[in-house]
């Protein structure tokens, strides 16, 4: 046990440093020059010289067995470097956008775990009647149905209804709200997202727990139960 956890162990390493080549080389197939799109979006006046000096920054005109080297030491030491677009460290912005997409997470998880074994309980004890049959057919959608379509719909849904039955569209508030700060808003902001994610999920686990519970009901001591009455 210990030597297959260890062989599992070292393998990661070659897994790894094979994942940084296919991304490092892959980014060069991209078509154009970072620098000359780094500069262009700053709106001033970009000749050779800026161009150059922005190459020599990002390190662009070292070997490319160096600039390899350094692309995986930067993932390593978790300097990512900065954004293209905010200037800042890409660290930085990945902590802000962190704990969002954890409460996301959390929250969808939950979504999940709520519909889905209701529902997959309901289901087993009720095979093969109309009950079941829109479980199911429940569950085929939520697989089917990709996220992002389905909360394009929910915008559509609230923008309509809101706009037919209360006269002025409604839209959650655009920029992150803290549970902390103000629950009811970061709460309106987050609850749709979060139901469009985790309905696939639910979809998923509907029928895990269908399959599973329906094991149990041709067991034996369940036949025999039944029997007894």
């Known amino acids: 046990m210990h030597t297959y956890i260890t062989k599992r162990l070292l393998l990661i390493i070659p897994t790894l440093l094979g994942a940084a080549m296919i991304i490092f080389f892959m980014l060069r197939l991209i078509p154009g020059d970072v620098c ?19 190459r020599e920054k990002l390190g662009l005109n070292e070997p490319v067995l160096v600039q390899f080297y350094e692309f995986v030491t930067g993932y390593v030491t978790w ?7 905010t200037g800042k460290p890409v660290t930085h912005e990945i902590a802000i956008r962190f704990k969002l997409s954890i409460q996301l997470a959390i929250m969808a998880t939950l979504v999940a775990v709520l519909i889905a074994i209701p529902l997959g309980i309901i289901s087993a004890v009720k095979q093969d009647t109309w009950v079941d049959y829109v479980v199911r057919s429940f569950s085929i959608a939520g697989i089917a149905m990709p996220s992002f379509w389905l909360g394009i719909l929910i915008i559509l849904g609230l ?5 037919k039955f209360f006269g002025t569209p409604w839209m959650p508030p655009i920029y992150y709200v803290s549970p902390f700060e103000d629950f009811w808003r970061n709460m309106s902001q987050l609850i ?22 329906l094991e149990v009901l041709r067991e034996d001591y369940i036949r025999t139960a039944r029997a007894k009455g």
């Open 192 to 213: 749709w997202p979060a139901v469009a994610t985790g309905y696939r999920y639910s979809a998923v686990v509907t029928r895990m727990t269908r399959s599973a519970l």
């Open 159 to 163: 923008l309509i209804g809101s706009q």
């Open 36 to 54: 000359e799109v780094r500069l262009a979006g700053s709106g001033l006046y970009v000749d050779e010289a800026d161009i150059q000096l922005c």
């Open 79 to 85: 300097d990512l470097g900065d954004s293209m677009w």
